[in-house]
């Protein structure tokens, strides 16, 4: 079956750091992914999306990256901060606009 | 206006109510979408409308009933529910349609708990 994996559950780093999370996908090739953030209580909000022509998208300070020799996008969070501590989620669509997500990255940035 | 509005917030009802949640758009989205999320699990998609029509039905069993009366709203109903029901029930919104490159917009949720 086509998938969607986030691998790490949580992730703890010191403020400053970049923070790296990663998003495998199996048995199918998506045109493109995308990253939400999610806080308690609260909708997912959209972050970025990026194609699979494109290796690389940024927007401040969040970068992500698609891989598809490793069937992989990459998310950084570059100088985190305690306000970046959510959890992070990555989407796959398809043309029938059925978007699935990830099982998702709890992200804590300590001061 | 850039907010997808639901409510309520908190709804509480026993397995014999009916009840309805509602969601509201002014973005001028063609597409809506409702999603079931468990806690610290992931969205589960239930149902997408497209220009109004139910296009994706997840295998949602027939007491979650949607509604779509217009372009703007989106309703589900609630019926003869069970406990493993109790969720947070989203509800989007996107501007695209069937490209899949849809951006979500979702509201904040219903906190919805069966007893």
């Known amino acids: 079956s086509q998938k969607i994996e986030q691998n790490s559950e949580a992730l703890n780093i010191q403020e400053g750091k970049t923070a790296t999370l990663t998003c495998n996908y199996t048995n199918y090739s998506p045109a493109y992914l995308q990253w939400y953030r999610q806080d308690p209580g609260r909708g997912p909000v959209f972050l970025l999306l990026i194609r699979e022509n494109e290796k690389e998208k940024r927007k401040e300070r969040l970068k992500v990256t698609f891989d598809t020799t490793l069937k992989q996008s990459l998310f950084h969070i570059t100088a985190s901060q305690p306000a970046d501590s959510a959890t992070y989620l990555c989407?796959?669509?398809?043309?029938?606009?059925?978007?699935?997500f990830g099982s998702g990255t709890r992200l804590s940035i300590r001061p | 206006d850039t907010e997808v509005t639901q409510t309520p917030k908190h709804l509480v009802m026993g397995m014999t109510n009916k009840k309805s949640l509602k969601c509201e758009q002014h973005m001028g989205h063609r597409a809506m979408y409702w999603y079931k999320q468990k806690a610290k699990k992931p969205p589960e998609l239930m149902f997408v409308y497209s220009y109004e029509k139910l296009s994706i039905n997840e295998s949602v069993p027939s007491r979650f009933s949607p509604e779509c009366p217009n372009s703007s709203l989106l309703n589900l109903h609630l019926h003869a529910l069970q406990p493993e029901d109790s969720a947070l029930y989203l509800c989007?919104?996107?501007?695209?349609?069937?490209?899949?490159?849809?951006?979500?917009?979702f509201g904040s949720g219903t906190q919805l708990s069966v007893l």
């Open positions: 989407a796959r669509g398809s043309s029938a606009s059925k978007i699935i």
């Open positions: 989007a919104s996107s501007e695209e349609v069937g490209t899949g490159e849809e951006k979500l917009f």
